[in-house]
């Protein structure tokens, strides 16, 4: 009975106060269609970046006439050395195979395999691979490479250094992007909606001075700005929907810079985008409110 009451109070509100609700309702659209836009853009960025980082590897080349032990002993000593997750062989062979389909008339100049069995080295985390490359290069006890049998190590210590701090410099860049576009978002949405209620001050003021209690009025303003995230949020979401069947999904099938990026399910998206506006937009109603309650 008292929740029905609240919601007609409510509804009647916003038809006597059109002009401050509707801008209410745009702020929350916008703000959550820049929400819709933003957020996969982010995952896609992080997404390309943790790529970049993950194919970071030192890659150990075996002498020529190292033979299959030799292979298996110095694997063995791969995976003692700290921070290695996993080690992957290419043996000459497949090597040659690979690069001659790739270059055949190049290769067919060859009269032998000039390629050696090569270790990729996978670390336990991107940014361990500088240690791993310093334990090989200088094996044990500083003496030399981990095994006689081992020719050289990849050296590319400096491009390693500008990929991680690339990469890192992205994803924290996206994470604090991220939050200050959340920030603006619900300061946005409160101010509005305070400003909305400033234009209802004097009905607050009226409300308080016959008695009625702070919850009492404060619940039809918070079903109100319940509403108004909701409807905001839905039609922010319509937009969206319509924008990506209209014109990303014909792309992704032909361009796979769209297809590619793996970002947030398009039916989470519109959970947390009805979810926030509804929360924000209550939140915002219920706390700017505050400051008429005291007459």
Do not use: C
């Not at 080349?61 to 062989?89: K, N």
């Not at 619940?219 to 108004?228: A, Q």
């Amino acid at each position: 009975m008292r929740l029905g009451f609240f919601l007609r109070e409510a509804v009647r509100s916003m038809r006597r106060s059109a002009a401050p609700s509707f801008a209410a309702l745009a702020t929350v659209l916008v703000t959550m269609l820049v929400l819709g836009v933003f957020i996969p853009i982010v995952q896609a960025t992080n997404g390309a970046a943790n790529s970049v980082r993950g194919r970071v590897m030192v890659d150990v080349y075996m002498r020529t006439g190292a033979t299959a032990a030799d292979d298996a002993r110095v694997r063995g000593e791969i995976l003692q050395v700290a921070h290695v997750r996993s080690v992957q062989f290419v043996s000459k062979a497949a090597a040659y195979a690979q690069q001659s389909s790739q270059f055949p008339q190049a290769y067919a100049l060859l009269g032998s395999n000039p390629l050696p069995d090569t270790f990729h080295v996978i670390p336990d985390k991107p940014a361990n691979v500088l240690a791993i490359h310093t334990a090989l290069t200088t094996g044990v006890g500083g003496t030399g490479m981990i095994d006689s049998s081992v020719q050289s190590v990849s050296n590319k210590q400096t491009d390693t250094k500008k990929i991680l701090e690339v990469t890192s410099l992205v994803t924290i860049t996206a994470a604090v992007l991220a939050a200050l576009l959340v920030l603006a978002s619900i300061l946005l949405i409160a101010n509005t909606i305070r400003l909305s209620l400033y234009a209802r001050r004097r009905e607050v003021e009226v409300m308080k001075l016959v008695g009625a209690t702070d919850w009492f009025i404060r619940w039809p303003f918070v079903i109100e700005g319940i509403i108004v995230g909701a409807v905001g949020a839905l039609l922010a979401i319509a937009v969206l929907g319509a924008t990506k069947i209209a014109l990303l999904d014909p792309l992704a099938s032909n361009w796979t810079l769209i297809a590619a990026p793996r970002t947030i399910a398009f039916t989470v998206l519109l959970a947390v985008l009805l979810g926030a506006g509804v929360l924000v937009s209550a939140l915002g109603s219920g706390l700017s409110l505050r400051r008429f309650l005291k007459v």
